[in-house]
């Protein structure tokens, strides 16, 4: 009954692409890999395996690929590289390796700490930490949780930043020496497991791990968020002035801001609590917003769209009204 659900709905909720019979295709292709995947191996692996996997494709290879095409042409990187030369990556070939190394580390360490977690939560409640079954989740369910997940990730996001990785402790003096040890710079993707091992889990693992466990979604909706935010960390990271969209562009300039500046603000992910909260460094998430909003026409989109119904409702009206004088000249 699940699947008789979930398959005609996640049809709708994917859209034209999935109307057509290739798309429907591709989605009885899609269940059956996963079916086949959740009854041939155990939960858990299927969650460490995918959230690597995720981790890997999504940031580690770009950001490589960012670093060689740093490397490579830094001329034409300097140009769209927030301020500029001051934030390209290191000329050093030692020190470069010694990041990537430091960053994989911290990538497998981030999975390990995730693997005995689960386990002892899994052991704990004597059945899988997530929901690891062969129906996919509806969409309205995927929506709520995803919403949920980001609502929290953004609240323990800003606290632990601030109050933890930016205080007075050992564990703020460890983000400063490994995350800030650069000045007046935009950071580079490949930084953004290139932290302390320590505060490097409050930092990335914990805030989008500690919701999950406590809303225990469908494993397949926590691989969408650890996807989505993964990618968002990604390019917000990078320090490109050239960053497309509304949200995302401001997101990585409040964070090449936060890195320029020495931590003195911007803690949050996507900078509402930092708005709400008075911490904002440079342009706030509402002026970016507005920025962004006008630099791509909204507000004359909005206009013109309204007038345009507006010209379509009254074309309809004036349509009616003249059918109904043309049945009653004929009635006459």
């Given at each position: 009954?699940?699947?008789?659900?979930?398959?005609?709905?996640?049809?709708?909720?994917?859209?034209?692409?999935?109307?057509?019979?290739?798309?429907?295709?591709?989605?009885?292709?899609?269940?059956?890999?996963?079916?086949?995947?959740?009854?041939?191996?155990?939960?858990?692996?299927?969650?460490?395996?995918?959230?690597?996997?995720?981790?890997?494709?999504?940031?580690?290879?770009?950001?490589?690929?960012?670093?060689?095409?740093?490397?490579?042409?830094?001329?034409?990187?300097?140009?769209?590289?927030?301020?500029?030369?001051?934030?390209l990556p290191r000329r050093s070939a030692?020190?470069?390796?010694?990041?990537?190394?430091?960053?994989?580390?911290?990538?497998?360490?981030?999975?390990?700490?995730?693997a005995g977690i689960s386990k002892g939560?899994?052991?704990?409640?004597?059945?899988?930490?997530?929901?690891?079954?062969?129906?996919?989740?509806?969409?309205?369910?995927?929506?709520?949780?995803?919403?949920?997940?980001?609502?929290?990730?953004?609240?323990?996001?800003?606290?632990?930043?601030?109050?933890?990785?930016?205080s007075r402790g050992r564990v703020a003096?460890?983000?400063?020496?490994?995350?800030?040890?650069?000045?007046?710079?935009?950071?580079?993707?490949?930084?953004?497991?290139?932290?302390?091992?320590?505060?490097?889990?409050?930092?990335?693992?914990?805030?989008?791990?500690?919701?999950?466990?406590?809303?225990?979604?469908?494993?397949?909706?926590?691989?969408?968020?650890?996807?989505?935010?993964?990618?968002?960390?990604?390019?917000?990271?990078?320090?490109?002035?050239?960053?497309?969209?509304?949200?995302?562009?401001?997101?990585?300039?409040?964070?090449?801001?936060?890195?320029?500046?020495?931590?003195?603000?911007?803690?949050?992910?996507?900078?509402?609590?930092?708005?709400?909260?008075?911490?904002?460094?440079?342009?706030?998430?509402?002026?970016?917003?507005?920025?962004?909003?006008?630099?791509?026409?909204?507000?004359?989109?909005?206009?013109?769209?309204?007038?345009?119904?507006?010209?379509?409702?009254?074309?309809?009206?004036?349509?009616?009204?003249?059918?109904?004088?043309?049945?009653?000249?004929?009635?006459?």
């Amino acid at each position: 009954m699940d699947l008789l659900l979930s398959l005609p709905i996640v049809s709708y909720f994917g859209g034209p692409m999935l109307s057509s019979w290739s798309g429907s295709l591709n989605l009885l292709f899609f269940y059956m890999t996963w079916m086949t995947l959740v009854l041939s191996h155990p939960p858990l692996t299927i969650e460490l395996v995918g959230t690597l996997a995720v981790r890997i494709v999504f940031w580690l290879i770009p950001s490589l690929l960012f670093l060689i095409f740093d490397s490579l042409v830094p001329s034409l990187a300097e140009s769209i590289k927030l301020y500029g030369r001051r934030s390209l990556p290191r000329r050093s070939a030692a020190s470069l390796l010694r990041q990537i190394l430091l960053a994989i580390f911290n990538l497998g360490l981030s999975t390990a700490v995730q693997a005995g977690i689960s386990k002892g939560a899994g052991t704990f409640l004597h059945r899988p930490l997530f929901k690891t079954s062969t129906a996919l989740p509806l969409p309205w369910q995927i929506a709520k949780h995803i919403l949920m997940l980001y609502a929290a990730r953004e609240i323990l996001t800003y606290y632990l930043h601030r109050f933890v990785l930016h205080s007075r402790g050992r564990v703020a003096r460890l983000h400063s020496a490994y995350a800030h040890s650069r000045k007046h710079a935009a950071p580079y993707a490949l930084m953004l497991y290139a932290d302390h091992p320590l505060p490097l889990l409050f930092n990335r693992t914990l805030p989008v791990y500690l919701p999950a466990m406590a809303i225990q979604p469908h494993l397949l909706t926590y691989f969408l968020f650890t996807i989505l935010t993964t990618l968002e960390e990604t390019m917000s990271m990078s320090g490109y002035s050239i960053i497309p969209g509304i949200i995302m562009g401001g997101i990585t300039r409040r964070t090449a801001t936060h890195y320029a500046s020495g931590g003195r603000g911007n803690f949050g992910a996507w900078g509402l609590l930092d708005w709400v909260s008075g911490t904002s460094v440079g342009k706030d998430v509402v002026e970016d917003i507005e920025d962004e909003a006008e630099k791509h026409q909204v507000k004359e989109r909005g206009q013109k769209a309204i007038s345009d119904t507006g010209s379509m409702v009254q074309d309809g009206i004036n349509g009616l009204k003249k059918g109904r004088k043309t049945r009653k000249r004929g009635a006459d």
